[in-house]
């Protein structure tokens, strides 16, 4: 029994892994992970079980024989365990060990999917099973009694298999890669001392407000601030801060974390938003609050999108995914919620990081409308089981009392009278330009005319007209272009260029597409803004007189392009729009209109239909089907599933792209091809190189595959050797110092 084997020698040789090494060091951190949501015993009994189908004599022989080439063993070693689990008690729970490879399966199926592979070579259970006596003298006959009594409740239950699933992996993963490093154990992170991060917050905080100066805003962003302290002292649930554009909302959301992370004992702050820009500005800020010299980072960024589950990418880079061990995390919706309700496992093994922490949804109206019957219900339960605070913060809040998943959730709001700081904040006039429709190169003159002007348009071919006419009249030397097909870094230095211009009250014009209206800090005195969804506009609004400086207010051009496009979810969202605001009707900024818009929105689009596909995947969860929510139901004509019912965040899931060419310096872009071959040749993606190439990785629709010549620019880096969804590639074709990523003129419409 003691020369059974987990796994064969590290990449430097060492010892062969015990398997009953691994499967106790498996169980204890899987035990450690769960214990914060009451999960502890199952999460242990799953991650003692999990490999003990590795005890068969077959599989032994096998790994004996594919040792020196790192090759598969190639025999089923899952569903001993799922029967042992699931005969003993733990049922639809054993779904975790036969997914700890492959993903959660739809549970119906559970029982006929581990029965069906143990037939296959019976032999094999019945070797594996003689030595569980002395792998496992402890495991006990029956583990009714160790699952909570509330996890018998059909969604907490699918929730709580979520989170046992997310500790197994991850404990799984933590545990192989060590004895693979030549490690003594795992290495995880203790839990973060949140009365330290939050006094070194607080102080360097306000260092940072007394080298500011004074603004008219600024005393209403402290009454801000505190509002939200004292309410930090407050019990754990959900909580709303509605506060305008330009209040201050990145500093007082994270003050607020901090604190009441403190006060409850809470393991982590995770702050998650819409956009990538919004991502890397917001991190910056809290690195600069909270990192230091010298100690563990404390603030992980994480938005990649590598597909580390694809069958093509090997063991190796799935145990190098991110699993958010770090007390401050700052991501996005997609890499949240597409990690909440998938099944595979790396997506899954940060998901157990949710227990007990402070999730803050910034500009959370820009939550994907189709997914909120299960994003709501999943905070609820979130909320509810599991130890979360949950904090919802835009200055257009969305009316999610309206939806029946969020109807009896109570609320605690941050600031104590937000209409009337609504009203002192106001700093913005509005204008219209709806009949006659303007063209886009209209909208550039009259720009151009102004000292200081921003033109936030629906699509990137839309500014890349605007900016190529700047060019043409000759304004090209003050003009800026942001949008996604330039790559997060490069994003960064326009926005840091521009502001400069801003303070030296210099000539400066900008363009960007929608990524730039939420929660980035630039200040405009005119913001011409393409006709959007109500949200959208009162967002771009938030971009003029920020400051407050003008006595007279900013000007909001709201203009309709005769030759602009939109996305396609806008037509409804557009239209519903127009039934509240415009000449003669409400400002965007009208608290009351906003609320008519979108109960408006939800009834338009029937969120609420048994048939609509959020309720869709509410039923699919009701049923533990983790496949048919993550990739759809079976559709009965081919036996397909039918992807567009799954959950997805977003419609089109892009192609990651690095773009070295978008590097500051010919020097760095030369560390950073090098860092990107490195990655390309490694057995063992590190990480570390992963999170650097971030700032340099954007997205290309995926249509553009399709594409000719286009295939020919990108050269795989992780996740298989085609170039497709999901592969992380590098981008050699021409990149464009103002632009970005230049394709062929008829693509521009490809890029997200």
Not at 417 to 439: I, N
Request: glycine share 10%; with cysteine; net charge neutral.
């Amino acid at each position: 029994m003691t020369s059974l084997r987990a796994h064969s020698p590290g990449l430097a040789g060492g010892q062969w892994h015990s398997l009953g090494d691994h499967l106790r060091g498996t169980a204890e951190l899987a035990r450690q992970f769960s214990i914060p949501f009451g999960g502890g015993e199952v999460a242990y009994w799953l991650g003692a079980l999990h490999d003990v189908g590795k005890a068969s004599c077959a599989w032994q022989d096998r790994l004996t024989v594919v040792a020196s080439t790192g090759g598969r063993v190639g025999i089923d070693h899952k569903s001993l365990g799922t029967r042992v689990a699931y005969e003993r008690g733990l049922a639809g729970f054993a779904g975790a060990i036969f997914g700890h490879h492959g993903g959660l399966i739809d549970t119906p199926n559970l029982r006929e999917r581990y029965r069906s592979r143990l037939a296959e070579a019976p032999g094999n259970a019945v070797s594996a099973e003689r030595e569980l006596p002395g792998l496992l003298p402890d495991l006990p006959e029956r583990f009714d009694h160790l699952v909570p009594p509330q996890w018998r409740d059909l969604l907490v239950g699918e929730m709580a298999l979520r989170m046992c699933y997310s500790a197994l992996v991850d404990a799984d993963s933590l545990d192989t890669s060590a004895h693979f490093h030549g490690l003594s154990g795992p290495r995880v992170r203790p839990d973060a001392d949140f009365g330290h991060l939050y006094k070194v917050f607080e102080q360097r905080r306000g260092d940072e407000l007394a080298g500011r100066g004074g603004t008219p805003v600024g005393s209403l962003r402290e009454r801000v601030y505190a509002d939200c302290l004292a309410a930090a002292e407050r019990e754990r649930g959900v909580f709303r801060l509605g506060a305008p554009t330009g209040a201050g909302k990145t500093l007082a959301s994270g003050g607020f974390a901090l604190r009441h992370a403190e006060k409850h004992g809470l393991r982590r702050v995770i702050v998650a938003v819409p956009f990538l820009t919004i991502t890397e500005q917001n991190a910056a800020v809290y690195r600069r609050l909270l990192d230091q010299d010298g100690a563990d980072q404390v603030v992980l960024e994480h938005h990649s999108q590598v597909d580390i589950d694809d069958p093509g990418t090997g063991r190796w880079a799935r145990l190098a995914t991110e699993n958010w061990d770090a007390p401050f995390v700052v991501t996005t919706f997609v890499r949240l919620f597409e990690s909440l309700f998938a099944r595979k496992p790396s997506a899954m093994r940060r998901v157990h990081r949710l227990a007990k922490s402070v999730i803050v949804l910034d500009e959370v109206q820009a939550l994907p409308h189709a997914m909120l019957a299960p994003i709501l219900d999943g905070i609820r339960l979130l909320v509810r089981h599991f130890g979360v605070t949950v904090l919802l913060s835009s200055a257009t809040q969305p009316s999610f009392w309206a939806l029946d998943e969020f109807k009896d959730v109570p609320c605690t709001d941050l600031i104590h009278d937000t209409p009337k700081l609504v009203s002192d904040l106001r700093r913005v006039r509005y204008e219209w330009q709806l009949d006659p429709k303007p063209a886009l190169a209209d909208i550039a003159d009259q720009a151009a005319s102004e000292q200081a002007a921003l033109v936030v348009v629906n699509t990137t071919a839309d500014a890349k007209t605007v900016y190529d006419r700047w060019r043409e009249t000759g304004a090209g030397s003050v003009a800026w272009h942001l949008s996604t097909r330039m790559c997060p870094d490069h994003r960064r230095r326009v926005l840091e260029a521009v502001r400069v211009r801003l303070g030296q009250g210099e000539h400066v014009l900008l363009v960007a597409t929608q990524l730039i209206e939420a929660g980035v800090d630039i200040d405009f005195p005119v913001v011409f803004r393409a006709l959007a969804p109500a949200d959208s506009l009162l967002q771009a609004a938030g971009r003029a007189n920020r400051e407050g400086r003008m006595t007279d207010g900013g000007r909001v051009v709201v203009f309709a392009p005769a030759d602009g496009g939109q996305p396609p979810t806008y037509k409804t969202l557009v239209g519903c729009t127009g039934r509240q605001f415009g000449p003669d009707k409400a400002d965007p900024d009208d608290l009351m209109a906003l609320g008519r818009y979108y109960r408006n929105v939800y009834g338009e689009l029937n969120l609420q239909d048994v048939q609509h596909v959020g309720q869709r995947i509410q039923q699919a969860r009701q049923r533990w089907e983790f496949e048919t929510v993550s990739d759809g139901p079976i559709d009965a004509s081919d036996k397909r599933r039918d992807r567009t019912m799954a959950f997805r965040m977003i419609s089109d899931v892009g192609i990651s792209v690095v773009t070295p060419q978008g590097a500051e310096t010919p020097e760095l872009r030369s560390k950073l091809q090098q860092v990107v071959e490195e990655l390309r040749q490694a057995p063992v993606p590190d990480l570390t190189k992963l999170r650097r190439l971030q700032a340099y990785t954007t997205n290309l629709h995926p249509s553009t595959l399709r594409q000719p010549g286009v295939t020919a620019l990108l050269r795989p880096i992780l996740g298989g050797s085609e170039v497709r969804k999901g592969v992380l590639v590098e981008w050699v074709g021409e990149y464009d110092h103002a632009t970005g990523i230049t394709l062929d003129p008829h693509l521009e419409h490809f890029v997200l």
